[in-house]
């Protein structure tokens, strides 16, 4: 497709469960974001990569929610020992390259639900 | 404080008139900003962005940018019901972090 891909789509788990969250970016897209939005607000950064690095995790709330970009493409987020103050839209972008002029295109988002 | 502000809302405006939104940013090293749309149970979807002082128009939508009072706006002129939704004002820092507002919320009644 030519969109931001995330997958599931709804995610329903129990408090304490480990879950991962997977955004597959535009083809060519090297800037990747996580996001989580919760209702009413607006979108809260998590997490940048450039290529395969996090070049910015400074959003990541706690130890227990960590993400990877193994080969500059697909990323994956994951939460562990779920909470449910972790229930929210989880939001992925990419862009071109991140810089200033270079507008973020959101995937269709993860609806993380902890019971 | 958060580093974009924007006016609260709910915003109600009748079919064909003008809405304004407005957003103000804490971040003087900010270098771009953009205005997303995001409609009920979706991702936000972008519709502007504006990074020099001044106007940009783009069909029916005028962003505006005073980086001297920190200020960016929105205008929606003619404004149909399709463009009822939840508006969300964002600026970049660092070259490549975009933080959002927490979003105005406009109903156009027909």
């Known amino acids: 497709g030519a969109g931001v891909s995330q997958t599931p789509s709804n995610k329903v788990t129990e408090k304490g469960k480990y879950v991962e969250l997977r955004c597959d970016p535009i083809?060519?897209?090297?800037?990747l974001y996580w996001y989580r939005q919760s209702l009413g607000q607006g979108p809260e950064f998590l997490i940048y990569f450039q290529g395969t690095g996090a070049a910015d995790d400074s959003g990541l709330p706690n130890d227990r929610f960590f993400a990877v970009r193994p080969e500059g493409s697909v990323s994956t987020l994951k939460i562990q020992r779920t909470e449910r103050g972790d229930s929210a839209v989880y939001l992925c972008?990419?862009?071109?390259?991140?810089?200033?002029?270079?507008?973020?295109?959101f995937g269709n988002g993860t609806r993380l639900t902890v019971t | 404080q958060k580093e974009v502000e924007q006016n609260s809302g709910p915003l109600s405006v009748p079919e064909g008139a003008i809405a304004s939104l407005n957003c103000t940013y804490s971040?003087?090293?900010?270098?771009?900003f953009f205005w997303y749309r995001q409609y009920s149970g979706k991702s936000p979807e972008l519709i502007m962005f504006?990074?020099?002082?001044g106007d940009k128009e783009d069909g029916r939508f005028t962003a505006q940018l005073n980086k001297a009072s920190q200020y960016v706006s929105l205008l929606i002129r003619d404004s149909q019901p399709s463009d009822s939704a939840t508006y969300l004002c964002a600026g970049i820092s660092n070259d490549y972090k975009l933080s959002f507002g927490a979003g105005t919320t406009v109903t156009v009644r027909a």
């Open positions: 972008a990419s862009s071109p390259h991140g810089g200033g002029n270079s507008p973020l295109h």
């Open positions: 971040d003087r090293g900010s270098q771009s």
């Open positions: 504006i990074y020099s002082n």
């Open positions: 083809s060519g897209h090297t800037a």
